[in-house]
């Protein structure tokens, strides 16, 4: 994993600085942090000793306020968790300051509660390292050793790398250079060939999993990061996940199809990636995950030249691409070792022609620079041509030309976040010609803390919000109307958690009931009563009213299904930890419950005894979107970050956070595109993360 440290000190000022903290660290654990990158810090130093940020007049956030409870801990009596650096499907990422000896490494912390029994990953991971320990090659990041965390967790201890990953890079400085990218292409199909030879597949090959570090000498130098999901293709006593491994916009056609792959499935991912290294972008994007396979599967990738027409690529170079996208594996390249000659010649050749054109220039006496001049065409991306999550997951750090990724002062003194249209369209049942409609979110100012508000997705373009308040009333918003309905609840209990069908609502109550209430006449009717009366913290019900399933503090999930189970009749079909968020997919056939303790599992109502998904939230969760074709989970968390996980894997695709902006709900719209109920200032907003990402930045 990387860390890239931005203060100015100087080397020794930095190796003093290190040396007060395990001196301090010797005396006690910290227990403030950095609120600019989360680092850890002791209420007596004076600036952060990763970014450099001076203390605070009012001192350090508390580190007993943060959401992660990983932070500042000591693994093993021997590394103190001090920062995070990323988190996936499977593990969060952090780095960890060894007390026995002056470095730091990077830590991958994953749980063993999911599916797996902690002896069985345990068991994998060990093959894992032993499997790399194998490999002698510099370009693969090394582990050193699986810790039993004895607490449904292990934690996995690797190099730190200081250094941008390929992602960032390029995203920050445009394509790259035809001697460059092919420069670091070879590194890294060297480092894979060599794995490749001893029986393992990466599966996940994307730019945000190579780092690329910059040497002393000037020199780049490639990492490859995360063989956390590689197969061992000898190996078959250790389970694997089975079906859809990897990233969509990087995946091979065997795997957009989940069938049978082996290493060339990683060449035709290193060929995306060439692609993206040349051309700034992936060779195929979409507004939806699904199509993005599809094209995978069906449709020839495009030339390099028709996507930079500016540039002149090589005829050879536009080869050795399509014949690494080729969709038959047995079309590609046999082995990397071929690549990599074929890099060699790509090399070669530029050096002839580039010495040959230095020869005509010094003959003709011209005075014309070598190159063509500059680039007149966009090194980015055009946001309007990629909005979907998929794309925002690989494009999310890119600003738009004309939309402000923050909020920032203008000229004037203005906050550009106040320059969100007064009118916010709602689009999920337009078609794509047909004007927008305003609703009348953008008028309504909330009464009460954002924090303390709830808000659900209904039929039909509808939600409602509801407010804390005495007597409980929500609001319920209509794309045609002008203003909001009030809907009175009438309850002897507070109102906990709030759901949205077609002719009523379902509420909550602290009591452990659960009541429907008519949108037409507001009657109220019990439907339930927990036993037990700890309070109904979410609820979900389908469109039709057929379906209601409610989570409870204690942990437990009930359903009714009218057309499964009698009409009185509820059914307790989970249990675990307090339930944050729930949220039912097409059809009620799928259901994800997020819990107090940040698990996420998704079920299918017709087994919902054993999970089809599990995974991990770094935050709580506050509202949760299953999409219409069931693929993505959409989540609002409560640290104003929004997260779209791939199901059934549970892989992390984007990740949004918003410094200003208060999220309260999450839905997809009827074209798949995800969302968000905002309270921006207190006034309600209804954004599409596309929009959420233009004023905030990618985490």
Same mark, same amino acid.
């Given at each position: 994993?990387?860390?890239?440290?931005?203060?100015?000190?100087?080397?020794?000022?930095?190796?003093?600085?290190?040396?007060?903290?395990?001196?301090?660290?010797?005396?006690?654990?910290? @227990?403030?942090?950095?609120?600019?990158?989360?680092?850890?810090?002791?209420?007596? $130093?004076?600036?952060?000793?990763?970014?450099?940020?001076?203390?605070? @007049?009012?001192?350090?956030?508390?580190?007993?306020?943060?959401?992660?409870?990983?932070?500042?801990?000591?693994?093993?009596?021997?590394?103190?968790? =001090?920062?995070?650096?990323?988190?996936?499907?499977?593990?969060?990422?952090?780095?960890?300051?060894?007390?026995?000896?002056?470095?730091?490494?990077?830590?991958?912390?994953?749980?063993?509660?999911?599916?797996?029994? !902690?002896?069985?990953?345990?068991?994998?991971?060990?093959? $894992?390292?032993?499997?790399?320990?194998?490999?002698?090659?510099?370009?693969?990041?090394?582990?050193?050793?699986?810790?039993?965390?004895?607490?449904?967790?292990?934690?996995?201890?690797?190099?730190?790398?200081?250094?941008?990953?390929? @992602?960032?890079?390029?995203?920050?400085?445009?394509?790259?250079?035809?001697?460059?990218?092919?420069?670091?292409?070879?590194?890294?199909?060297?480092?894979?060939?060599?794995?490749?030879?001893?029986?393992?597949?990466?599966?996940?090959?994307?730019?945000?999993?190579?780092?690329?570090?910059?040497?002393?000498?000037?020199?780049?130098? #490639?990492?490859?990061?995360?063989?956390?999901?590689?197969?061992?293709?000898?190996?078959?006593? #250790?389970?694997?996940?089975?079906?859809?491994?990897?990233?969509?916009?990087?995946?091979?056609?065997?795997?957009?199809?989940?069938?049978?792959?082996?290493?060339?499935?990683?060449?035709?991912?290193?060929?995306?990636?060439?692609?993206?290294?040349?051309?700034?972008?992936?060779?195929?994007?979409?507004?939806?995950?699904?199509?993005?396979?599809?094209?995978?599967?069906?449709?020839?990738?495009?030339?390099?030249?028709?996507?930079?027409?500016?540039?002149?690529?090589?005829?050879?170079?536009?080869?050795?691409?399509?014949?690494?996208?080729?969709?038959?594996?047995?079309?590609?390249?046999?082995?990397?070792? $071929? #690549?990599?000659?074929?890099?060699?010649?790509?090399?070669?050749?530029?050096?002839?022609?580039?010495?040959?054109?230095?020869?005509?220039?010094? #003959?003709?006496?011209?005075?014309?620079?070598?190159?063509?001049?500059?680039? =007149?065409?966009?090194?980015?991306?055009?946001? @309007?041509?990629?909005?979907?999550?998929?794309?925002?997951?690989?494009?999310?750090?890119?600003?738009?030309?004309?939309?402000?990724?923050?909020?920032?002062?203008?000229?004037?003194?203005?906050?550009?976040?106040?320059?969100?249209?007064?009118?916010?369209?709602?689009?999920?049942?337009?078609?794509?010609?047909?004007?927008?409609?305003?609703?009348?979110?953008?008028?309504?100012?909330?009464?009460?803390?954002?924090?303390?508000?709830?808000?659900?997705?209904?039929?039909?373009?509808?939600?409602?919000?509801?407010?804390?308040?005495?007597?409980?009333?929500?609001?319920?918003?209509?794309?045609?109307?002008?203003?909001?309905?009030?809907?009175?609840?009438?309850?002897?209990?507070?109102?906990?958690?709030?759901?949205?069908?077609?002719?009523?609502?379902?509420?909550?109550?602290?009591?452990?009931?659960?009541?429907?209430?008519?949108? =037409?006449?507001?009657?109220?009717?019990?439907?339930?009563?927990?036993?037990?009366?700890?309070?109904?913290?979410?609820?979900?019900?389908?469109?039709?009213?057929?379906?209601?399933?409610?989570?409870?503090?204690?942990?437990?999930?009930?359903?009714?299904?009218?057309?499964?189970?009698?009409?009185?009749?509820?059914?307790?079909?989970?249990?675990?930890?307090?339930?944050?968020?729930?949220?039912?997919?097409?059809? !009620?056939?799928?259901?994800?419950?997020?819990?107090?303790?940040?698990?996420?599992?998704?079920?299918?109502?017709?087994?919902?005894?054993?999970?089809?998904?599990?995974?991990?939230?770094?935050?709580?969760?506050?509202?949760?979107?299953?999409?219409?074709?069931?693929?993505?989970?959409?989540?609002?968390?409560?640290?104003?970050?929004?997260?779209?996980?791939?199901?059934?894997?549970?892989?992390?695709?984007?990740?949004?956070?918003?410094?200003?902006?208060?999220?309260?709900?999450?839905?997809?719209?009827?074209?798949?595109?995800?969302?968000?109920?905002?309270?921006?200032?207190?006034?309600?907003?209804?954004?599409?993360?596309?929009?959420?990402?233009?004023?905030?930045?990618?985490?």
């Amino acid at each position: 994993m990387s860390t890239k440290d931005p203060s100015t000190a100087t080397g020794q000022h930095l190796r003093a600085m290190r040396e007060a903290r395990r001196t301090l660290i010797k005396e006690g654990r910290p @227990e403030h942090l950095c609120a600019r990158c989360g680092s850890v810090t002791f209420e007596v $130093e004076e600036a952060c000793l990763h970014c450099g940020q001076a203390r605070p @007049e009012k001192g350090w956030m508390a580190l007993k306020d943060s959401h992660d409870s990983w932070l500042g801990r000591l693994i093993d009596d021997r590394y103190l968790v =001090t920062r995070p650096l990323g988190q996936g499907a499977s593990a969060e990422v952090y780095c960890a300051e060894s007390l026995s000896i002056s470095r730091q490494f990077a830590v991958k912390i994953i749980a063993t509660d999911k599916g797996q029994q !902690a002896e069985q990953i345990i068991a994998r991971l060990n093959r $894992e390292i032993e499997a790399l320990s194998r490999l002698r090659n510099p370009h693969i990041v090394s582990f050193y050793e699986i810790l039993d965390l004895k607490g449904k967790f292990v934690a996995a201890v690797m190099d730190l790398i200081d250094g941008d990953t390929l @992602e960032d890079l390029i995203l920050n400085g445009g394509p790259l250079s035809i001697g460059r990218a092919c420069a670091l292409l070879r590194q890294t199909a060297n480092g894979l060939y060599e794995a490749h030879q001893a029986g393992m597949i990466h599966r996940d090959l994307k730019p945000e999993n190579l780092m690329v570090e910059r040497l002393p000498a000037g020199d780049d130098f #490639v990492h490859i990061l995360d063989f956390g999901i590689v197969r061992l293709t000898d190996d078959a006593s #250790v389970s694997m996940t089975h079906g859809f491994i990897g990233t969509p916009l990087y995946a091979s056609p065997e795997q957009a199809m989940a069938k049978k792959i082996d290493h060339r499935s990683d060449i035709y991912s290193l060929g995306a990636i060439l692609f993206f290294m040349l051309t700034g972008k992936p060779p195929f994007v979409s507004n939806n995950v699904y199509d993005v396979l599809r094209m995978h599967v069906r449709k020839q990738p495009p030339r390099l030249s028709d996507v930079r027409p500016q540039e002149l690529f090589p005829e050879y170079l536009e080869r050795l691409v399509a014949a690494m996208l080729a969709k038959d594996p047995s079309q590609r390249p046999d082995d990397l070792s $071929e #690549v990599i000659a074929e890099l060699d010649k790509v090399q070669d050749t530029q050096m002839l022609e580039a010495r040959s054109q230095v020869r005509q220039t010094q #003959v003709s006496d011209s005075h014309e620079a070598l190159d063509d001049g500059p680039d =007149t065409g966009s090194h980015g991306f055009d946001r @309007e041509e990629h909005t979907s999550a998929a794309t925002l997951h690989a494009f999310g750090p890119r600003k738009p030309a004309a939309t402000p990724s923050s909020p920032r002062q203008t000229p004037h003194g203005n906050d550009q976040i106040d320059a969100i249209p007064a009118e916010i369209h709602f689009q999920g049942s337009q078609s794509e010609s047909s004007a927008a409609t305003a609703i009348p979110s953008a008028a309504y100012a909330l009464s009460t803390s954002s924090t303390q508000a709830r808000a659900a997705f209904g039929p039909a373009g509808r939600f409602l919000l509801l407010e804390a308040q005495d007597p409980p009333e929500v609001q319920i918003f209509q794309p045609e109307a002008t203003s909001p309905t009030p809907l009175p609840i009438p309850t002897q209990a507070t109102v906990q958690a709030v759901a949205l069908a077609e002719d009523h609502v379902i509420a909550g109550h602290s009591d452990g009931s659960i009541s429907r209430v008519t949108l =037409t006449k507001g009657q109220s009717k019990t439907l339930f009563q927990d036993v037990r009366r700890r309070p109904i913290t979410a609820v979900a019900v389908s469109g039709n009213g057929d379906c209601v399933v409610a989570g409870s503090k204690s942990g437990r999930v009930y359903m009714h299904h009218q057309q499964r189970t009698s009409s009185s009749d509820w059914a307790r079909i989970r249990s675990g930890a307090e339930v944050n968020a729930l949220a039912l997919g097409q059809n !009620a056939e799928s259901l994800a419950v997020a819990r107090a303790d940040n698990g996420i599992e998704v079920v299918s109502l017709f087994n919902p005894r054993t999970p089809t998904a599990q995974f991990r939230s770094h935050a709580p969760v506050r509202s949760m979107a299953i999409s219409p074709d069931g693929y993505l989970l959409a989540a609002a968390l409560v640290d104003r970050s929004v997260h779209l996980y791939q199901l059934p894997t549970g892989q992390k695709i984007l990740s949004l956070h918003a410094d200003d902006v208060d999220i309260l709900a999450v839905f997809f719209s009827e074209r798949a595109r995800p969302v968000a109920v905002c309270a921006v200032r207190r006034k309600i907003r209804l954004l599409e993360f596309e929009e959420l990402g233009a004023m905030t930045h990618s985490r």
